[in-house]
Nanobody, 114 residues
Framework: VQLVESGGGSVQPGGSLRLSCAASGSILRINAMGWYRQAPGKQRELVASIASRGSTNYADSVKGRFTISRDNAKNTVYLQMNSLKPEDTAVYYC?????????WGQGTQVTVSS
């Protein structure tokens, strides 16, 4: 199984991006999934998670701005990011919750600047 992130880019403050995480197998649909991020010089942190039945949790820093969702039929997890701030700049990764060490992908870079 591989997890492949996509959808990152450069946006101005206040902009939006939608990240996607596609799994090569069906294991995604039976596990809790999360979006993590790592900013330069900082530890990787969990910003949003979604359980197999759909309940969600968010870090306080993104609550009200980010929305995590999943499409089990497509083996894909999404992260809709609105009202982006410069402090959201980071490499974003998806993984299981808790994270499985062998499933970290390349991530997708999100840069928020004016």
């Amino acid at each position: 199984v591989q997890l492949v992130e996509s959808g990152g880019g450069s946006v101005q403050p206040g902009g939006s991006l939608r990240l996607s995480c596609a799994a090569s197998g069906s294991i995604l649909r039976i596990n809790a999934m999360g979006w993590y991020r790592q900013a330069p010089g900082k530890q990787r942190e969990l910003v949003a998670s979604i359980a197999s039945r759909g309940s969600t949790n968010y870090a306080d820093s993104v609550k009200g701005r980010f929305t995590i969702s999943r499409d089990n039929a497509k083996n894909t997890v999404y992260l809709q990011m609105n009202s982006l701030k410069p402090e959201d700049t980071a490499v974003y990764y998806c993984n299981f919750v808790p994270a499985w060490d062998n499933y970290w992908g390349q991530g997708t870079q999100v840069t928020v600047s004016s």
